[in-house]
């Protein structure tokens, strides 16, 4: 299924929780990834029994029918915060913890990726083209982030900064200084700007008042 967004691009299902500010693809599978927990509203995909193993059949990363849904949600949830920190990271440049690379190394250990040639002589890393097992499915994420770190885009996926947020978004600003996700459920930020607002208002009438 597939879903019109407001700037004529046309976005798979699986990401259609993404409001604006989305990655090109493959990177975008990245960003749908990190964003299916919305810390704002408190939803998150990845925690339901039924939606989770739906939505990373959607998105390429499971096989439906595969056993210990349970097991693999929880890997999923472990594996996107390392994800989150990787991509504030770049902000921050601390390292990342053991307790977050945890997680990728019980994915780098399982998974199967494999060399492969294409016709046209370019040499690739790929898992297949449907994962078999969650771990090749992450995997495929991490070989999609490698390619992003490689071609610089990497860097323009970022946290939104607003603390109570967090959701992963993709700054195409000439100057790479966006901040914000301005996903309309970033209502904290929103209200805190208009508060500054309010406040920068009141103290300009207070001195045009002294003056
Ligand atoms: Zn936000």
Request: net charge neutral; aromatic share 4%.
């Amino acid at each position: 299924m597939m879903a019109a967004s407001l700037t004529g691009m046309t976005v798979p299902s699986w990401a259609s929780h993404l409001e604006n500010k989305l990655a090109p693809p493959p990177l975008l599978l990245v960003q749908a990834f990190v964003d299916t927990l919305d810390l704002d509203l408190g939803t998150d995909v990845l925690a339901h029994a039924d939606e989770g193993p739906a939505w990373l059949a959607e998105a390429g990363l499971r096989v439906p029918e595969e056993p210990g849904a349970a097991a693999d949600l929880q890997l999923a949830r472990d594996v996107r915060e390392s994800l989150r920190a990787m991509i504030a990271r770049d902000a921050q440049g601390s390292p990342l913890t053991a307790a977050e690379l945890r997680p990728l190394e019980q994915v780098t250990s399982r998974a199967r990726p494999r060399l492969e040639v294409t016709a046209d002589g370019q040499v690739g890393l790929r898992t297949g083209p449907v994962a078999q097992g969650l771990a090749d499915g992450l995997a495929g994420l991490l070989l999609i982030i490698r390619d992003a770190q490689a071609d610089g885009s990497w860097d323009r996926l970022k946290l939104c900064g607003n603390p109570d947020c967090r959701w992963a978004f993709y700054d195409r600003s000439h100057s790479r200084r966006g901040a914000w996700c301005e996903m309309a459920s970033c209502g904290n930020r929103l209200k805190n700007r208009s508060l500054r607002a309010r406040r920068a208002q009141s103290a300009e009438a207070a001195g045009s008042a002294a003056g």
